[in-house]
């Protein structure tokens, strides 16, 4: 690929500083970028991988006034958006998809729509309706009854289990499993455990990605629900009947409990676990290792096990830190307060 900055100004109505007929080959990390490479300024801790060598061309903010002369500066809005939209236009490697669907309706036992893609060994199930311009990649297995909306995409080897829905626009990468039975079990006299039937299903509302290996659980009774927009990441665990709302973004080696409804706009980092039944508000940020076992209030930002508001957090572990310090002064105190009462008493 080979485009000119002032095509890719043209592109993002940006203003060049420097060279537009600059030729571009490739997008690069600033710390990486190369003399025919195009990377982004966002951050202005990232300035130092900036130097008078520097020849390559850069996405700044609009109000980026310092000077390097080798540099060809394009300006805009919002740099890391910028450098998404030109990586979509001229840089996403293309994927050979699978072929279209050359059965008739008429052959199967289920429904499909228009530009219908679907690879080798895929397995779908009875009473299906697959929508408008679905990609179904190879080895995926989909049970009977299942409901797939127009433009999802579904990548090596998902499972998707009998009656669950996934809305329009759904990515959905390899390894995933929607629908498995929730962990429920009923323990008996005997100390043995009895299986709940897990009787529900799993809802995936529109444009939402599930990243690789993570599993979403079918409700007991009822419904799990992923709702619009939300984003999770791989190796995420969501028990039976959690809700999560609209807008969330929640990182690898998370896990939810069974029951517990998450609000819209909630952002959870790596490795949060969630006890059952409880209630996450709206904007919440969750930071990284967290363990949450009581409800969490609209807005705030939470850190720690258990999970407490982010500054309390800091407070305690700064404290944590300085115990060894702190016992050392209490044993020297103690001393010194047993030498005092020994001297009292002698004195007497």
Avoid: W
């Avoid at 990377?39 to 700044?60: C, D, G, M, N, R």
């Avoid at 517990?260 to 709206?282: C, P, R, S, Y």
Wanted: aromatic residues 8%.
């Amino acid at each position: 690929m080979e485009i000119t900055v002032g095509e890719i100004a043209s592109l993002l109505e940006g203003e060049v500083v420097g060279d537009r007929n600059k030729i571009i080959r490739n997008v690069a990390k600033i710390e990486e970028a190369g003399n025919d490479d195009l990377t982004f300024l966002y951050q202005e801790k990232y300035e130092k991988f900036l130097s008078p060598a520097s020849s390559f061309a850069i996405l700044v903010k609009k109000d980026f006034s310092k000077n390097f002369p080798s540099l060809t500066l394009i300006k805009v809005s919002d740099p890391y958006l910028a450098f998404i939209k030109v990586i979509e236009k001229y840089f996403i490697p293309e994927i050979e998809l699978p072929p279209f669907y050359n059965k008739r309706k008429d052959e199967v036992n289920f429904s499909f729509g228009k530009n219908f893609r679907c690879g080798e060994n895929v397995s779908i199930g009875k009473n299906c309706v697959i929508g408008d311009d679905v990609t179904i990649f190879s080895n995926v297995s989909i049970l009977n009854d299942v409901e797939i909306g127009d433009g999802t995409i579904i990548y090596p080897n998902v499972t998707i289990r009998e009656r669950c829905k996934i809305g329009k626009r759904n990515i959905l990468h390899s390894g995933v499993v929607i629908g498995s039975d929730g962990f429920g079990y009923y323990k008996l006299k005997d100390k043995t455990y009895k299986k709940i039937p897990q009787i529900g299903i799993v809802v995936l509302e529109d444009d939402v990605e599930i990243g690789a290996n993570t599993c979403i659980d079918r409700a007991s009774i009822g419904e799990t629900r992923i709702k619009k927009g939300t984003k999770i990441d791989n190796l995420v665990q969501v028990a039976h009947n959690v809700v999560i709302g609209e807008n969330c973004a929640i990182s690898g080696q998370t896990g939810f409990a069974g029951s517990t409804k998450v609000g819209n706009n909630v952002i959870i980092a790596g490795q949060v676990g969630f006890a059952d039944h409880l209630e996450i508000e709206d904007d919440v940020v969750v930071m990284a290792q967290s363990g949450v076992s009581h409800n969490l209030k609209k807005g705030k930002v939470y850190f720690g096990y258990p999970a407490m508001e982010v500054r309390e957090a800091f407070k305690l572990n700064a404290l944590i830190r300085n115990l060894p310090e702190l016992r050392e002064k209490i044993f020297d105190l103690s001393k010194k307060l047993d030498e005092l009462e020994k001297n009292l008493k002698e004195n007497k």
